[in-house]
């Protein structure tokens, strides 16, 4: 019996340290979730809608396969929640009124904060972007400001924060005698390049870091960045989910993984931030 325990207290010690570095997917399987499984669309899954089209944020690698600072928060969320992470890919116009009827748990897209949707459904802000002016690198365009975009033709992702902010900024430019910017929408930051390639675009406008992508695979030359920067969000239909996962990111916080994740991917965490939580009134 005696040699027995001095087994049991070696095998113990050994597996400790096993179970401590367990990664958190196989956590997700052996926990609880903290909340009832009628909050979610699928019992056991943490389903998230996300547009694979804006590297770093979110990708499709050469494989196939996603990647981006949100795929792998979303994961690290889930994990923490007990969950099963699953990946909705979809354009970013409709994942507003697809989440509102249910069709997913969440957007996990980088969704710029406003109060108008933060009506909408339960926003939680995680980090921090701006947008950015680029061209080709070889564009003979020279711009220090929106205002030099004036009378030209500009590519801008459809139904977006940069598009309603550029179209504002476009409108306060008007109002002060400038000629207005002809936009054209596109569905991802992919579409936009092709269509600068094509000579039907002189300029883009999209978020600093896709465009610093860009530049950095010297596909753009990036003139202006850090204009109408805001908080981004993870956003969710239901408040019990939405409020465990701001306690699974305080945790990702407080361990270092939210750091990490962000300096991974080169991305604008969140200022003098330990704890999040919703912001704003939520569905009303």
């Known amino acids: 019996m005696q040699v027995n325990k001095k087994l049991c207290s070696l095998l113990c010690a050994l597996a ?6 367990m990664p958190l997917a196989a956590h997700a399987a052996t926990c609880t979730p903290p909340f009832a499984a009628s909050h979610l669309v699928t019992p056991g899954e943490l389903q998230m809608s ?24 979303g994961k ?15 354009d970013m116009p409709p994942m507003t009124p697809a989440l ?36 080709l690198p070889t564009s003979k365009l020279v711009i220090h400001s929106i205002d030099d975009l004036a009378g030209h033709t500009v590519g801008v992702e459809t139904g ?13 430019m008007v109002k002060r005698g400038l000629k ?8 991802t930051a992919s579409e936009t390049l092709a269509a ?36 981004i969000t993870l956003d969710f239909r239901d408040k019990a989910v939405a409020d465990a996962a701001a306690k699974a990111l305080t945790t990702l916080k407080a361990n270092g993984a939210y750091d990490k ?5 080169k991305m604008t965490p969140l200022k003098d931030v330990t704890t999040f939580a919703i912001r704003g009134t939520g569905p009303t």
């Open 76 to 90: 690290e969320v889930a994990a923490l929640l007990c969950l099963k992470p699953v990946f909705v890919r979809m």
């Open 196 to 231: 600068m390639r094509a000579g039907q675009l002189e300029a883009g406008i999209n978020i600093d870091e896709t465009a610093r992508d860009l530049a950095d695979r010297k596909l753009a030359k990036v003139w202006v960045s850090g204009m109408a920067g805001t908080d």
């Open 50 to 73: 996300i547009n694979p089209t804006l590297p770093p944020q979110q990708f499709v690698n050469a494989n196939g396969e996603l990647e981006g600072l949100n795929v792998e928060l």
């Open 100 to 135: 509102r009827s249910g069709r997913f748990d969440a957007i996990n897209t980088g969704m710029f904060y406003t109060d108008e949707r933060s009506k909408l459904f339960y926003m939680i802000p995680y980090g921090q972007q701006a947008i950015s002016i680029y061209t």
């Open 261 to 265: 994740l962000f300096t991974k991917f």
């Open 180 to 187: 207005p910017i002809n936009f054209l929408t596109f569905e």
């Open 16 to 21: 400790f340290p096993v179970a401590a570095l």
């Open 160 to 172: 977006t924060y940069q598009e309603k902010k550029a179209r504002a900024m476009n409108d306060d």
